[in-house]
Nanobody, 124 residues
Framework: VQLVESGGGLVQAGGSLRLSCTVSGNTVDEVVVAWFRQAPGKEREGISCRRRDGTTYYRDSVKDRFTIASDNTKRTVYLQMNSLKPEDTAIYYC???????????????????WGQGTQVTVSS
C-alpha cells in the first residue's frame, strides 16, 4: 500500500481546505484509512479515521468541522476541513492498515503505511 497526500497550503482562520490521500496497491474499501497531524514540538495525533465498513471517527477538537470521505473509483480518501483555526496548523499525514483494533483507530503504532505528509498553515 502506498499513500500520497495533497491539498495542503496556507489559509486564513475560518477558511477551508480539502486534503486528499490517494491509495495505490489497494482500493480504499480494503484498508482502514486515518488522518493524523503533527504540530511543531507536539506528538502526532489522530484526528479522523474511516473503517472499511464506512464507519468514521473524529477527534473532539475537529468534530463538526472536519469530514472524512472516500471515492473508491479514484482510490482517494478526503479530509474536508472547514472553519480552520490557527491551532490546526500542522503537517497532516494519512495512514492505512488492513485491520485496526476497535478503540485503537488513533494509535500511530496501529498503522504500517504512511504518506509523506502535507503542510497546513492557518493564519490568524
Amino acid at each position: 500500500v502506498q499513500l500520497v497526500e495533497s491539498g495542503g497550503g496556507l489559509v486564513q482562520a475560518g477558511g477551508s481546505l480539502r486534503l486528499s490521500c490517494t491509495v495505490s496497491g489497494n482500493t480504499v474499501d480494503e484498508v482502514v484509512v486515518a488522518w493524523f497531524r503533527q504540530a511543531p514540538g507536539k506528538e502526532r495525533e489522530g484526528i479522523s479515521c474511516r473503517r472499511r465498513d464506512g464507519t468514521t471517527y473524529y477527534r473532539d477538537s475537529v468534530k463538526d468541522r472536519f469530514t472524512i470521505a472516500s471515492d473508491n473509483t479514484k482510490r482517494t480518501v478526503y479530509l474536508q476541513m472547514n472553519s480552520l483555526k490557527p491551532e490546526d496548523t500542522a503537517i497532516y499525514y494519512c495512514a492505512a492498515q488492513w485491520r485496526v483494533i476497535r478503540g485503537r483507530e488513533f494509535g500511530t503504532s496501529e498503522y504500517d503505511f504512511w504518506g509523506q505528509g502535507t503542510q497546513v498553515t492557518v493564519s490568524s
